[in-house]
């Protein structure tokens, strides 16, 4: 189990809640929060995946010509995000998984998960 034990910023409570959760990771593991690091694509579903339950999807392959690119801890992650809904690919048809998400992209996220989630 990993745990947070803050530093003093703005951001302990929640990070302690996530963490708490099973939402974040602070140590070593599939992914390790880095608050002065950019939040990728990939690593955004994968806490929406984790807050969700972790559900599982049977269907398979995604529709993104770089899924190839996804981190192996962020595949059941972006392939129920990409089913959900939650998780398009950008102009270009791709996924860009290791890309920065931004702002707009966070946003419409949040808003597609709180959507689905009385279906999901």
């Known amino acids: 189990k ?10 302990d409570t929640a990070v302690n809640w996530a963490v708490g959760a099973g939402v974040l990771n602070v140590d070593e ?11 990728t694509r990939e690593q955004l579903a994968m806490m929406l995946w ?6 599982l999807i049977s269907e398979g392959n995604l ?11 962020a595949v059941e992650a972006a392939r129920w995000a990409a ?17 920065k998400v931004t702002r707009a992209e966070a946003a419409s996220m949040l808003v597609r998960f709180l959507e689905g989630t009385s279906q999901i």
């Not at 990993?2 to 951001?11: A, C, E, L, M, Q």
């Not at 089913?83 to 890309?99: A, F, K, Q």
């Open 2 to 11: 990993s745990f947070y034990t803050g530093t003093g910023v703005w951001y």
């Open 29 to 39: 593991g599939f992914w390790k929060f880095s608050p002065d690091e950019n939040v």
């Open 63 to 73: 529709p993104f010509s770089d899924a190839g690119a996804l981190s192996p801890w």
């Open 50 to 55: 984790r807050y969700a339950g972790r559900p």
């Open 83 to 99: 089913h959900s809904g939650i998780l398009n690919g950008r102009e270009n048809g791709c996924l860009d998984p290791g890309g």
